[in-house]
């Protein structure tokens, strides 16, 4: 019986999640920090738009903060830029000031 | 690093829903408003300098949360200065200082009227996280009443506001913005060994915020890019080192994000899954809206993980 009622409302679990359209699609950049060992961090940037020079974004960065970086390539996410430190607040008033995107369009995380 | 901390929490909506909210309470007596701004001006510039940087501190409540301590000191020498009868309030605040009270300061910028009635009525006097000018002025009304009533001299903007909400709360106690202020417990966050944190009332948090735990740990790991597990204690153990006031951060969001009602600020809400959605549903107004799901997004890869899957391989 009651399998008959869950499989009213059925939906193909094959079916894409849309999980990864997501990601991309609400045009959101996330900034996060990871810890690393001891006092270090890491700071990614995920989500800049495709049609940007990610390594000239990382140039950019890299003078401004006075940090180490690279871009790494992910499988579902695109390019991803990591940067040694936690710049987080910076990298959101970089994007900002240079006008590469709007502040709503930024979400940090982390603690 | 600690600097930095207030910051990401910084949301534009607490900040446009403070301001909203006042302009809303303000509204409530019916006076033609550019008096009324312009009395609230002379009674803010009339204030010592500490009171003129209130203003600025209620548009940016995170940063209020910073020198709230300092602040208080002050204020206390201030109020007991001019009153005894308040003079108990700021000590019993000072022990509150670690209060994890977030929805509660939110409230209170909100309405700093209602707030004040509230605080008035149930003697518990939170007076930190009013603006400095507001606060002044409710010290004053509090010894002014209706002096203006037998006097010669004019009455104020405050006294007359003061003097409505009185009525008001005599009359039908319902309208005056009493509610019950949104708060939960600190997180207890202690380090483990150098490499692990243990926060151990997640379980209760959670149990406040009526949110199942697993739901609140997926957010948490997800925001903290780390991993953990709970242990036999009901506590999280999250591997990284994380103080207390961290977490406080991340639950805050979560509460922003997963808790409170977008439309009537309640934190008297439901979660419930359906068809893969998460739709918040509140309790009070009714209204339901979905949540995104919680996406743990790009995790760096690092030393240790390599090492990991080094030794697996």
Known sequence: MSEAIANLKSYDPFADTGEEADLKVQGYIHIRVQQRNGRKTLTTVQGLSADLDQKRVLKAFKKEFACNGTVVQDEDLGEVIQLQGDHRLKIQQFLATQGIVSKEKIKIHGF | ?313
């Open chain 2, 1 to 313: 690093m600690s600097m930095n901390e207030d910051k990401p929490i910084e949301d534009p909506e607490n900040f446009d829903f403070g301001i909203k909210k006042k302009k809303k309470k303000k509204a409530v007596p019916d006076f033609d408003a550019p008096a009324v701004t312009d009395q609230d001006d002379v009674a803010e510039t009339n204030c010592a300098a500490e009171e003129t940087a209130a203003p600025q501190e209620g548009e940016d409540p995170d940063n209020m949360f910073a020198d709230l301590k300092k602040k208080k000191k002050k204020k206390k020498v201030t109020i007991e200065g001019e009153q005894g009868a308040e003079e108990g309030t700021p000590e019993a605040t000072s022990s509150e200082a670690f209060d994890f009270g977030e929805k509660k300061k939110k409230k209170k910028k909100k309405s700093d009227m209602a707030d004040f009635e509230a605080a008035l009525k149930d003697g518990q006097t939170q007076e930190e996280a009013q603006d400095g000018a507001d606060n002044e002025a409710a010290a004053v009304e509090k010894e002014g009443g209706d002096d203006w009533a037998g006097s010669a001299r004019d009455y104020t903007y405050n006294e007359l506001l003061h003097r409505v909400f009185n009525v008001l709360r005599q009359n039908n106690p319902d309208l005056v913005g009493d509610k019950k202020r949104y708060t939960i417990a600190p997180p207890q966050v202690m380090r483990e060994g150098t490499k692990k944190s243990v926060f151990a009332n997640v379980v209760d948090i959670c149990r406040r915020m009526h949110r199942q735990p697993d739901h609140v740990i997926q957010f948490l790991f997800a925001e903290l890019g780390t991993t953990g597990s709970i242990d036999g204690n009901q506590r999280l153990v999250i591997k990284g080192r994380f103080q207390q006031k961290q977490i406080e951060n991340v639950l805050k969001r979560y509460i922003m994000e997963y808790v409170t009602c977008k439309t009537c600020k309640s934190a008297d809400t439901i979660l419930t899954k359906e068809n893969r959605l998460f739709f918040l549903q509140c309790e009070s107004c009714g209204s339901t809206r979905t949540v995104s799901a919680i996406k743990t997004g790009f995790v760096a890869q690092t030393r240790d993980a390599r090492k990991a899957a080094r030794a697996n391989a």
